[in-house]
């Protein structure tokens, strides 16, 4: 049967990456179609109640700099916001917040709900349609066949995803939602390199059966952060605490004598988890010196009693899953609603992707989001994202777009899986850039905000406050190299005061607000040196740009050195093996990788200097 439209852009899932996919195509004009298990679970968080972290709070600024819808519902959704290492530089400095997870997927539902261009459809994907070795379109659960230019993938957990429970184990998508077996049986037919992942997450608590008064309170930041470069305080719901408890030896004695009951050490489990976020019974073991890990105890929502306890994620047996909650500090006699799990699932080798998300073998589809190798709502929405824009822009014949690594945690994110590919659930950190003193959250928007524009994704109100910001920016920052403080001025005595050494000769406020000691804010407090700029963000951004303006611009001197080699295409069609002057290592690894770019190819591991040399001589040779 076939379906009453055609589409320029499908979406298949509804998850963190496919949100974003739907939204961004949709907002660029393409006639979208999300096709979805279930209308009630589009945004749903299969984990943890929260978004953003360090890393990941950058990919969701990046997200909101290009219009996307995350960190306003995360805004509208939030019940405890903190900045995370608030006392460390600007650069590793992230926002995190806990959600209300029923408000999160009420907000998303809401936004995609009101996107024009955007239809929403409930069904499974089963199959997908091939013309030669482009798609064209899926097949549903119910044998509706819908056309599409184009195919974005965002299947989460969902493909072959095997549940278990202690030594029990059934196919599950994750818990209460059905694993997509036709489809994940159909993928393998496909030539496309699949393997196998695993996840897992916690028990899930009655707060009624809790004892609060045992537990470490842990409050927001005051005053309360906001994602959005739109957001305010304002829009914030409810604000409430988290609480920390720990394990202790009883809790580790209890794993170490039912190890044996563990699918993982068991044997049973063949993918490989997320190293970050280990299951419980893996930190007792490998952190064996250990007696206590600090737990965190987190709101799952305003209006409901469930808790979420970060940190003892297990697929133990439900009986000690029991023991182990009860052992810890407050949790006595704690209840649990719902029991924890690990979930194995199907994943493609992300290498077998070009840098704009698209398979490298079947023209028109892309693939953004957990089977891609990733973990994290943060990762999948920037995925989906740039894989939104992307089936987008080829949806009508234009060229892609993707970030380079030095634009963007997206571009470094996407970079580093389809250049290197991953064996364990990636997810990103600061660290995995090396260029973050420029790819801070704070400038998200001025890197990406007009990008986002030309391709399409950012509204009037979005462009408006950027510019404005933008102006108040320039503006102060003239002001300050403008505005002279002689030794005769009023305030000098207030203003020798915030100063280690006291002036002695006249200096304009830009060469005072370069000094460590001296604020931005303590500057414009001394009379006469003000009115600082009314705008929060506008004011963070001249402070930074002025203090840390000799790192900023060595960065960039690096990048733009980079730059020239990085961008020189290398065809997808070029056999390596018959490239002369190549190790027979590298022959093989650049065949397995066929990366897109000389860039590219110099960040696969083992790649030389020497062998880019010699691939730049034969590009040349060929012409
Ligand atoms: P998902 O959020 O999984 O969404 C997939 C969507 O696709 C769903 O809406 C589903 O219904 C739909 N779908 C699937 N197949 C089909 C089909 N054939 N047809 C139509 N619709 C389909 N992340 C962390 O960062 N830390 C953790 O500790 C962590 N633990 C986790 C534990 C568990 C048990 C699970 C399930 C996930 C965990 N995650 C964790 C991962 C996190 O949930 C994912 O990274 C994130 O949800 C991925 O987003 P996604 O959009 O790729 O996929």
Redesign the pocket.
């Known amino acids: 049967m076939q379906y009453h439209e055609q589409f320029d852009v499908i979406v ?8 974003e996919a739907a939204g961004a195509a949709a907002r660029m004009g393409m006639k979208t179609l999300l ?4 209308v009630d ?2 945004g ?5 109640p929260a978004i953003g972290g360090i890393g ?1 709070g950058h990919l969701v600024k990046e997200v909101d700099a290009l219009g996307g819808i995350m960190a306003e519902a995360i805004d509208h959704a939030g019940i405890q916001f903190r900045t995370l290492n608030s006392s460390k530089g600007p650069a590793v400095r992230a926002t995190r917040a806990q959600a209300d997870r029923l408000l999160y997927k009420q907000e998303i539902r809401h936004r995609l709900e009101n996107q024009i261009n955007l239809q929403i459809f409930q ?4 199959d997908l349609i091939l013309d030669g070795d482009t798609v064209v379109g899926v097949v ?2 119910a044998g509706i066949r819908i056309l599409a230019k184009t195919v974005v993938l ?6 072959n995803g095997l549940i278990h429970i202690g030594m029990e184990h059934y196919a599950g ?3 209460g ?1 059905p694993a ?1 077996i ?2 994940g049986q159909r993928l393998r037919e496909l030539p496309l390199r699949v393997g196998r992942l695993k ?3 916690p028990p899930r608590i009655d707060a009624r059966s809790v004892n609060f008064a045992l537990l470490q309170t842990q409050p927001g930041d005051d005053p309360v952060p906001v994602f959005s470069f739109l957001g305010k305080p304002e829009q914030h719901p409810r604000q409430v605490p988290c609480y920390i408890t720990h394990t202790n030896e009883r809790t580790h004695e209890v794993i170490r004598q039912n190890l044996h009951r563990s699918p993982m050490y068991a044997g049973v489990i063949e993918g490989i988890g ?1 190293r970050y ?1 280990p299951s419980i019974e893996d930190k007792v073991m490998r952190f064996a010196d250990k007696n206590a890990h600090q737990i965190f105890i987190e709101p799952e929502s305003l209006s409901s009693h469930e808790l979420y306890p970060n940190g003892v ?1 297990t697929s133990l047996p439900f009986d000690v899953q029991v023991q182990i909650v009860r052992s810890m500090l407050g949790f006595e006699q704690a209840h649990i609603v719902r029991p924890g ?3 194995e699932y199907d994943y493609f080798d992300p290498r077998d992707l070009k840098a704009n998300m698209e398979n490298k073998c079947l023209k028109n589809l892309f693939f ?4 891609n190798g ?8 920037a ?2 994202l740039l894989a939104g824009i992307n089936a987008a822009l080829r949806a009508q014949d234009k060229d892609p777009w993707a970030p380079r690594r030095d634009q963007a945690y997206i571009g470094v994110m996407m970079d580093d899986l389809s250049t290197l590919g991953t064996k364990e ?1 990636y ?1 990103m950190f600061t660290s995995r850039a090396e260029y973050r003193l420029l790819l801070r959250e704070d400038n998200a928007d001025l890197r990406l905000t007009p990008v986002g524009r030309e391709l399409g994704l950012v509204d009037d109100i979005r462009w408006a406050a950027f510019n404005d910001k933008l102006e108040q920016i320039e503006r102060e920052r003239q002001r300050l190299r403008e505005t002279w403080v002689h030794l005769n001025h009023p305030s000098l005595a207030t203003l020798n005061d915030l100063l280690k050494a006291p002036l002695n000769r006249e200096h304009n406020l830009e060469e005072l607000l370069r000094r460590p000691e001296v604020t931005y804010q303590a500057l414009m407090a001394v009379d006469g040196l003000g009115p600082r700029v009314d705008n929060a963000q506008a004011a963070e951004q001249v402070e930074i740009q002025v203090k840390y303006a000799g790192y900023i611009d060595r960065q960039q001197d690096e990048i733009d050195k980079q730059l020239r080699n990085e961008n020189t295409l290398l065809p997808l069609d070029l056999d390596y093996a018959e490239v002369p002057g190549l190790s027979n290592e590298v022959k093989a690894k650049l065949n397995d990788a066929k990366p897109q770019t000389i860039g590219q190819a110099a960040r696969i591991p083992g790649i030389t200097p020497a062998a880019i040399s010699i691939l730049l001589v034969h590009l040349k040779k060929r012409g």
Do not use: W
């Open positions: 298949v899932g509804g998850g963190h990456a496919g949100t096709l979805t298990h279930n679970t589009l749903q968080m299969s984990c943890n990941k069904q499974a994907c089963e549903t659960q965002t299947a989460g957990t969902f493909l998508g994750r818990a939602d997509s036709g489809l996840t897992g997450t997320p976020c994620s799990y690990a979930i953004a989001g957990q089977i990733t973990t994290g709502y943060e990762e999948a929405a995925q989906g659930p997810r």
